[in-house]
């Protein structure tokens, strides 16, 4: 035989080699009986490719569509969009679905935080250390003011430009620009999930000179830069009583007296999570709810009205939670752009899982997106891609507790079970306390710039959601 022939017939040998390989991989894979792509018997490529482009979410929905409310995504992942499905998934107490370790992935920090850990035990003590620092009472007690004071900044700033900037952090609008701290958190979100779905990325980043590609130079330096923010958050918590010392007071005090609590690195690693974790989240559902209402003026004048009889001094959560217009603009923003509209990964527990009536082997990792079960036909109704957010009066009439109690369970904007949001009662004060300010001062006026586009506002899924033009400009006439 010739070295042609030699290359034609080893070629061969190894395609067959390798198809027959598939073929025996997809015949064994435990989840060969859920409805799926078949190619996501053997791999999970596609899926990884579309996480690359920040559609996760999207290739999730699109595969619920035609598949159904269970959908295979990846050899050892499922897709649940299913409410009961959802409620067995998320349920509370220590029994529930662990996190998966992709949590651990999304992050270079070296340690787990509450925000990651997956064992139960080892979280519900975490959070139980956390959870003084959130209740909404102290919330309102020690954070108020300064959500207050931040907001009246930036409208002043917005007058200024005349241009709405939003999706930006407060601070960043004092600024009038995006500062390198917004840029450092957009990054680490970004880059991370791109650094656990390619670990090869991860590494080249970790153990070689950082290459001259935009890719290894992000990956090598958006952790480091995090975690350099926790570290300051750390020395600020231990010298002055600035917002990090409130979250992290009770640690801190019982450190003082020699109880247990955290070491710096954990306090540390905490801040830097949730740092990521408090701020493009509302950022960018403020972002999302401006636009979405500058395309309505309808909704535009219902809302200014309901705020302008709200007196200067009444501007605290506690009156404006009142007020019935702004709840429903919110709530209907969280439930078509849920900041964390993603796939919220969970592992099937030992003994394994019965869900939208199939048996899920254990160790088996399911997700649900808010994205696909906020937009449920049989839960919305027929309009419910429709930004409308008369919808939540309605449900309020019906009386049946505000909302209907299908809307009710399949609303989870801020996860479920013992994992949802710490940060809920901060970020609807900030909401609502931002929302209101904004439309008292701009009225009616807002219009959407012509370089903004429903093509910009795409949503773009790295685990935080961001319009996909990472701007919205809005014109006040
Ligand atoms: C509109 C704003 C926000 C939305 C939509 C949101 C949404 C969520 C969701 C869906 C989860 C569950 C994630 C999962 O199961 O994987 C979560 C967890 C979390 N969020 Fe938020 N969040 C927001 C703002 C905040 C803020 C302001 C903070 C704190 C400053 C915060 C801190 C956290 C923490 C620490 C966790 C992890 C809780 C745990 O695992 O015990 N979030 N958030």
Request: hydrophobic content about 45%; proline content about 5%; overall charge neutral.
């Amino acid at each position: 035989m010739t070295g042609g022939w030699n290359v034609v017939y080893l070629s061969t040998v190894l395609l067959f080699t390798t198809i027959i390989f598939l073929i025996f991989k997809a015949l064994r894979n435990p989840l060969r009986h859920i409805p799926g792509p078949w190619h996501s018997l053997v791999t999970s490529y596609p899926l990884k490719l579309d996480v690359l482009k920040g559609r996760r979410l999207h290739h999730i929905h699109r595969l619920h569509l035609k598949y159904g409310p269970i959908v295979r995504v990846g050899p050892t992942e499922l897709a649940v969009a299913d409410i009961d499905a959802y409620k067995i998934i998320y349920r509370a107490g220590l029994a529930g679905f662990q996190k998966d370790d992709w949590y651990f992935g999304l992050t270079d920090f070296p340690i787990k935080a509450v925000f990651n850990m997956s064992d139960n035990k080892e979280h519900a003590t975490r959070r139980r250390m956390l959870a003084p620092g959130f209740t909404k009472t102290n919330i309102v007690r020690e954070w108020q003011p300064v959500v207050q004071e931040n907001t009246k900044l930036a409208m002043r700033q917005m007058h200024v430009s005349a241009t709405a900037l939003f999706g930006e952090s407060f601070e960043m609008l004092m600024a009038g620009e995006r500062n390198q701290y917004i840029r450092d958190l957009e990054k680490v979100m970004m880059w991370g999930g791109l650094g656990y779905e390619f670990p090869m990325l991860r590494f080249i980043s970790q153990h070689l000179p950082p290459l001259p590609f935009e890719v290894t130079l992000q990956l090598s330096s958006a952790a480091k830069t995090i975690s350099q923010y926790g570290q300051k958050a750390v020395a600020a918590s231990r010298l002055t009583n600035t917002l990090t010392r409130n979250v992290f007071k009770t640690m801190i005090a019982d450190a003082e007296k020699g109880l247990p609590s955290l070491t710096d690195l954990d306090v540390s690693v905490e801040a830097g999570n949730l740092q990521i974790a408090g701020t493009d989240t509302t950022a960018n559902t403020l972002t999302f709810l401006v636009w979405a209402v500058a395309k309505r003026p309808e909704i535009q004048l219902r809302l200014a009205q309901e705020v302008a009889v709200v007196r200067e001094e009444e501007l605290n959560d506690v009156r404006l939670s009142q007020l019935p217009f702004l709840d429903a603009v919110i709530q209907e923003t969280l439930r078509l752009y849920p900041a964390v509209g993603s796939s919220l990964l969970r592992v099937v527990p030992r003994g394994g899982a019965d869900l939208c009536g199939y048996a899920i082997p254990e160790g088996t990792t399911v997700g649900t997106t808010a994205y696909t079960i906020h937009r449920l036909s049989s839960v919305w109704g027929p309009d419910a891609e429709k930004f409308r957010p008369e919808r939540w009066l309605e449900y309020a009439e019906k009386g049946i507790s505000g909302v209907s109690d299908e809307a009710k369970a399949a609303f989870n904007p801020f996860g479920g079970g013992s994992r949802s949001c710490l940060g809920l009662h901060l970020a609807m004060m900030e909401l609502r306390i931002a929302v209101a300010m904004f439309y008292r001062e701009f009225k009616v006026s807002m219009k959407v710039a012509e370089e903004t586009t429903d093509e910009s506002m795409e949503m773009e899924d790295y685990f935080v959601i961001a319009p996909k033009g990472h701007t919205c400009v809005l014109v006040a006439t």
